[in-house]
């Protein structure tokens, strides 16, 4: 299954000022969600940010904040318990999904899309954990449950479609 542009929506969890510091790689799971964004937002795609309690953990980075439509708080790990589904648009099915932490509010809002039938790539080099073996195991686990793993270069190539898009030099230049 390929993810097309008319079709997909990226979410964007959790990626908070002061949990980012404690991530493994944090610098690069945030540089990897800002691409993410930036080639979906170029391509006509919305971008939903969510917040876990962020009284406590702080709003997302602001790089990540801006290039968000919309940013949910909430206090569920799944954020299917806390308004995204409500949030989604209703002709999208397909949930692109990136960021913190991997084992806990990444896997699960990915279980509660895959459960309520939503087609879900996971961006494997946008996804964090403190630990990398609580990330891999996760990732995993969300394979084995029917999340596509995907990278953040084969989803721009992907929505692309054609190297005579509109947009193939600009999406071209921010993988690079």
């Given at each position: 299954?390929?993810?097309?542009?008319?079709?997909?929506?990226?979410?964007?969890?959790?990626?908070?000022?002061?949990?980012?510091?404690?991530?493994?790689?944090?610098?690069?799971?945030?540089?990897?969600?800002?691409?993410?964004?930036?080639?979906?937002?170029?391509?006509?795609?919305?971008?939903?940010?969510?917040?876990?309690?962020?009284?406590?953990?702080?709003?997302?980075?602001?790089?990540?904040?801006?290039?968000?439509?919309?940013?949910?708080?909430?206090?569920?790990?799944?954020?299917?318990?806390?308004?995204?589904?409500?949030?989604?648009?209703?002709?999208?099915?397909?949930?692109?999904?990136?960021?913190?932490?991997?084992?806990?509010?990444?896997?699960?809002?990915?279980?509660?899309?895959?459960?309520?039938?939503?087609?879900?790539?996971?961006?494997?080099?946008?996804?964090?954990s403190r630990r990398p073996v609580d990330r891999d195991t996760a990732l995993e686990r969300l394979r084995h449950a029917g999340a596509t793993l995907v990278t953040t270069e084969m989803l721009a190539f992907e929505w692309l479609g054609r190297a005579d898009h509109v947009?193939?030099?600009?999406?071209?230049?921010?993988?690079?």
């Open positions: 299954m390929l993810n097309t542009v008319d079709e997909s929506v990226v979410v964007l969890v959790d990626l908070q000022r002061r949990l980012m510091p404690a991530i493994h790689q944090g610098e690069q799971v945030i540089a990897q969600s800002v691409r993410l964004a930036r080639i979906a937002g170029l391509l006509g795609m919305p971008v939903l940010g969510t917040e876990q309690s962020p009284g406590s953990l702080g709003e997302n980075v602001e790089e990540i904040k801006r290039l968000c439509v919309e940013t949910l708080a909430k206090e569920s790990f799944d954020a299917c318990a806390d308004g995204l589904l409500k949030a989604l648009p209703a002709q999208r099915t397909k949930i692109v999904v990136a960021g913190c932490e991997a084992h806990v509010c990444v896997m699960q809002t990915v279980l509660g899309l895959i459960d309520r039938g939503y087609q879900v790539a996971l961006v494997r080099d946008a996804v964090g947009h193939f030099r600009e999406v071209l230049k921010l993988v690079k």
